[in-house]
């Protein structure tokens, strides 16, 4: 049997490494490369352990965990017992992470002929699994796991993120109420040039049961104008006359139309407090604001500040703008 102990420890290292920039990101730290290289060059180091007879002793839990210690210890510093203590149980994650991400994978990629041929039983009764793994094959999904590791939590730290300006969003039209989640966008600065009035953007199929075929179809939006004229002549829709075209400027894209209602009734609900207006128009989206459906509208930040009902903000005969909540 050749092992050939130069391409161990290189991979080793490459792993070691991985890790380590795993966690050194899952923590927002930055180590100085220099660091990372040396702590991994330790982690390697004791692999290569295994193959000197005389340094037996050293396999057990102890020893490897003395180890990961000086490793996150050279890596990112000690700093303070807690923030230690957290840089570890990181270093875990992620190595738990990585090594279910094979072992899950490879088990995937078996039939059954070769799962039971890597079964057997010990003297004692016990059942044992012989597991046989290739250095390619280690390395190609170590790599895509933590990839995948990666985007799943940078996909929940945004979440989180926007979970800030999440705000409950009530729109009142007559008899009719819808209720959603919406976003509230600092950066929407979209108003309709004649009424000077906020423009709240929602998703076309929250409306579904009040709108016309017509308007809930897939691509309404890209044909707002004439829609506007087919729902004005359209006398069985009641709400024919709050309809509204809003002038806007698509990103890389010219000037576009798009269709809009004027609402009796807008409250939005935003760190305890209720937002309640009627200087405001809907406008209608009829795609998906939100891949995941996290929200269902875009808010538009005037809502929020009491900015959409100051004076000359409208010439609607509409009640003044009212706060209420704590």
């Not at 190609?140 to 590791?149: E, G, I, N, R, S």
């Not at 929407?188 to 929250?206: A, G, K």
Request: net charge neutral; with cysteine; hydrophobic share 50%.
């Amino acid at each position: 049997m050749v092992v050939y102990l130069d391409l161990i420890f290189l991979m080793n290292l490459l792993i070691d490494g991985s890790l380590l920039a795993a966690t050194a990101w899952m923590r927002k730290l930055k180590p100085a490369i220099w660091r990372l290289i040396l702590s991994a060059g330790v982690g390697a180091s004791y692999v290569v352990m295994m193959f000197l007879p005389e340094l037996s002793f050293m396999f057990t839990f102890i020893v490897k965990f003395l180890f990961s210690v000086a490793m996150l210890w050279i890596a990112f510093g000690f700093g303070s017992l807690q923030n230690y203590l957290r840089n570890l149980g990181a270093f875990y994650i992620v190595n738990f992470v990585a090594a279910g991400g094979i072992l899950g994978i490879h088990y995937l990629m078996q039939n059954s002929g070769e799962l039971w041929n890597g079964i057997f039983y010990t003297a004692t009764g016990g059942m044992q699994f012989s597991l046989k793994v290739g250095a390619v094959f280690v390395l190609v999904v170590f790599f895509a796991v933590l990839a995948w590791f990666r985007l799943v939590l940078a996909s929940r730290r945004r979440q989180e993120r926007l979970a800030s300006f999440f705000a409950e969003v009530r729109v009142r039209i007559d008899e009719a109420e819808v209720r959603c989640t919406g976003l509230v966008d600092t950066g929407n600065q979209l108003t309709d040039p004649l009424s000077r009035l906020p423009v709240m953007v929602m998703e076309t199929s929250l409306f579904r049961d009040y709108l016309p075929d017509t308007l809930t179809e897939p691509g309404a939006g890209m044909q707002a104008d004439n829609l506007l004229l087919e729902c004005a002549e359209d006398e069985a829709f009641p709400w024919r006359d709050r309809l509204r075209l809003v002038p806007y400027r698509g990103i890389n894209k010219g000037s576009q139309f798009m269709l809009a209602m004027k609402p009796d009734e807008v409250g939005i609900m935003a760190d305890g407090r209720e937002f309640v207006t009627n200087r405001v128009l809907i406008g209608l989206d009829a795609g998906r604001l939100s891949a995941e459906g996290a929200y269902r509208a875009i808010i538009h930040p005037a809502l929020t500040d009491g900015e959409a009902c100051a004076p000359g903000a409208g010439n609607d005969d509409a009640p003044p703008y009212r706060n209420t909540g704590t």
